[in-house]
């Protein structure tokens, strides 16, 4: 079992619907929470980030983390093409310089 | 704006060539990595280096080696180039924690023919 699951997708769905990604995990000791959105032949780049529980929105983003579950989501309201994209999530812990990475979700918004 | 910047776009190399792949960043940061992309499989980690001269496996090193002289410069090598290493190649930077996240670089598509 990968420490980080999360559902390759694609997942398509009409432009203005909300969506939700999510990522699930198997380590406890996981503090930092994180969702990349990369864009087709560009790098990653970081899109919202988490320390420990709760939410935290930015705009038309909303991420959440339930430690309690193992469970983390990215919601996008009022989704718009310029939304398709892969999203990533990662993980880290104090005292480890790596993040380890979800597989990534293809996300596609219709017009 | 702080970056890393990987040094080609795209890249056609021939079997048994040796590849080098160089990755920049101007950001002051300590830790630097290489990972390659593919479908399905997601990013997965070659190696990565938390300070000058300084080197670690990632999870998939075999074929593959790194050297990182100066902090701001990281190089991937492929001694022998095999088609298996055809793929999207990102170098990505980050501070001494983990929490800052990592910044990463636009990316190399290399193609072994």
Not at chain 1, 11 to 30: D, K, Q
Not at chain 1, 36 to 43: A, D, I, L, P
Not at chain 2, 81 to 95: P, R
């Amino acid at each position: 079992q990968k420490e980080v699951e999360q559902d390759p997708g694609p997942l398509s769905v009409p432009e203005g619907a909300i969506v939700s990604l999510n990522c699930t995990y198997s380590n406890s000791a996981f503090q930092y929470f994180m969702w990349y959105r990369q864009y087709s032949r560009k790098g990653p780049e970081l899109l919202m980030y988490t320390y420990s529980s709760g939410n935290k929105e930015d705009g038309r983003f909303t991420a959440q983390v339930d430690k309690s579950s193992k469970y983390i989501s990215l919601f996008i309201r009022d989704s718009q093409p310029s939304d398709s994209a892969t999203y990533l999530c990662a993980m880290g812990m104090d005292s480890n310089y790596q993040l380890i990475w979800g597989a990534g979700t293809k996300l596609i918004i219709k017009p | 704006d702080v970056k890393v910047t990987q040094s080609s776009r795209y890249l056609v190399k021939r079997t048994g060539e040796k590849v080098f792949l160089e990755c920049v960043q101007d950001m002051d940061h300590e830790n630097m990595f290489w990972y390659r992309q593919d479908p399905g499989l997601g990013l997965r980690l070659i190696y990565f280096s938390y300070d000058v001269k300084m080197k670690e496996k990632g999870d998939i090193p075999e074929g593959y080696s790194v050297s990182r002289e100066k902090k701001e410069r990281f190089s991937l090598i492929l001694e022998s180039a095999s088609t298996n290493q055809t793929s999207m190649y990102l170098c990505a930077s980050s501070l001494a924690e983990v929490g800052y996240g990592y910044t990463f670089g636009s990316g190399t598509r290399l193609t072994v023919v």
